[in-house]
Structures are given as C-alpha cells and as structure tokens.
C-alpha cells in the first residue's frame, strides 16, 4: 500500500469542506480558490475542482455569477447560497467533532495495567 494514495484519499475527503469554507466570507473564481488550497498545501488541479463546483451548485449549494475581468475573458464567481451557508455549519460542527474523535484515538496514552 501506497502512502500517497492514502494521502490523496485523505485530501480528496475534505475537499469539498475547504471549498465552501473558503467562499464563506466572499465569491471568488477558480483561480483564486485554487490558489488558496495550495498556500495550505492542499494539491488540487483545475480538472478536479471543476466538477466538484458543478457538483455543489447543483446540490443548491453554491451559485455563480459571471463578471467582466480587465486582463481577459468574463470570470465565473462562485458564492454559497443560504442553503451553502447552513450546510457549511453543519460541516463546522461535525469536523469539530471529527477532530476530536481522532484525536482521542490518535493521542498516546499511558498503558493501563
């Protein structure tokens, strides 16, 4: 077994979570979001997040709106919409919960005798 197959799968599972996280407070387009998964080393490339956006907007998450852009083509913006937003909660809460799940399970402990 691979670790980088691990890893990938590991990274593929909260995608989704780290992209509607990082539309929470403004619209961006692809670019950027790409570009703020990688400052936080998650290694994503444009033919993986495409689908995925098409996927969350067809779930009611996420809409989009097309904007002129002053060094090319229109970009497309993608924001949550309320549906999003209250998903997004949702998501906090049970990575909140996750999180110190395994941690729990993770963490050394002294052995019982």
Do not use: H
């Not at 080393?41 to 444009?46: H, R, S």
């Not at 969350?56 to 937003?85: F, H, I, V």
């Amino acid at each position: 077994m691979k670790i980088e197959n691990t890893k990938a799968q590991m990274r593929k599972g909260v995608l989704e979570y780290c992209i509607l996280s990082i539309l929470k407070d403004e619209d961006a387009y692809v670019a950027e979001i790409l570009e703020t998964l990688k400052d936080a080393k998650m290694l994503v490339v444009e033919g993986t997040i495409y689908p995925l956006l098409t996927r969350l907007k067809n779930a009611g998450l996420l809409n989009y709106r097309w904007e002129e852009s002053t060094s090319g083509p229109p970009r497309k913006y993608y924001g949550l919409t309320e549906t999003g937003k209250l998903f997004l909660n949702e998501l906090n809460t049970t990575w909140s919960e996750l999180q110190n799940a395994v941690n729990l399970v993770t963490s050394t402990k002294t052995s019982k005798k």
